[in-house]
Structures are given as structure tokens and as C-alpha cells.
């Protein structure tokens, strides 16, 4: 499956993003999509994941409650609202598919199988 990321820019401490990924294929609605970031020196992190239908989310404890995930699967598309952007929310984010089938959300880069380009979301203070 391939998978395009948009919608990051540079925006200032306290704004919203929305990033978008778009999966090629047929099979978008079995997959679980997560959200990861890197910063600049930085190891790859989880931000956020949500089962194939939605019934189930996870996030990193940095994003809770100011980043919502969320999906359309007549789209193939899964999305990332970000609120009250912060400085330390400076990274490129990547959006990944698993394509296994697993009992809980995957929230680990390694049991994700495609990875989109990327794209970069820069708060400034």
C-alpha cells in the first residue's frame, strides 16, 4: 500500500493543524493507521493509532487530549487534527499502515509495514 501525508506547514504556538493521508489500494478499510513524528535528532515517536473501523484509538501521552485521529474509509483516508500546537510538536509527521491482524492498536513503529513520505509541522513559539 502507499500512503501520501499533507497538510503540515508552520503555524505559531496555540494553532491547528489537520494532516491528511491518502492509501492507495482496496484494502484501506482492514488496516490500522497510526501517526508518528520525528524531531531533528530525535528517535521516530508514536503520536496516535486507530483500528480499522474507528472503534479504536490510541495516543501518546504528549498529544492526549489536544490530538484527535480519525478516519474515512470510503476515502482511504485517515486524518490527524491537531489543537493548542505546541513548540515541541516540531517534527515531520508520518503517517504508517499495519497490515496485520492484531487484538490491540499497534503503537510500535516495528509493527507497522508501509510508511507515507512525511511531512513536516513546524510550531513556532
Known amino acids: 500500500v502507499q500512503l501520501q501525508a499533507s497538510g503540515g506547514g508552520l503555524v505559531q504556538d496555540g494553532d491547528s493543524l489537520r494532516l491528511s493521508c491518502v492509501a492507495s489500494?482496496?484494502?484501506?478499510?482492514?488496516?490500522?493507521m497510526g501517526w508518528f513524528r520525528q524531531a531533528p535528532g530525535k528517535e521516530r515517536e508514536f503520536v496516535a493509532a486507530?483500528?480499522?473501523?474507528?472503534?479504536?484509538?490510541d495516543y501518546a501521552d504528549s498529544v492526549k487530549g489536544r490530538f484527535a485521529i480519525s478516519r474515512a474509509n470510503a476515502e482511504n483516508t485517515v486524518y490527524l487534527q491537531m489543537n493548542s500546537l505546541k513548540p515541541e510538536d516540531t517534527a515531520v509527521y508520518y503517517c504508517?499502515?499495519?497490515?496485520?491482524?492484531?487484538?490491540?492498536?499497534?503503537?510500535?513503529?516495528?509493527?507497522?509495514?508501509?510508511w507515507g513520505q512525511g511531512t513536516q509541522v513546524t510550531v513556532s513559539s
Open positions: 504508517a499502515a499495519d497490515l496485520g491482524r492484531r487484538a490491540r492498536v499497534a503503537v510500535f513503529s516495528y509493527e507497522y509495514d508501509s
Open positions: 489500494g482496496r484494502s484501506f478499510s482492514s488496516y490500522t
Open positions: 486507530i483500528n480499522w473501523n474507528g472503534g479504536s484509538t
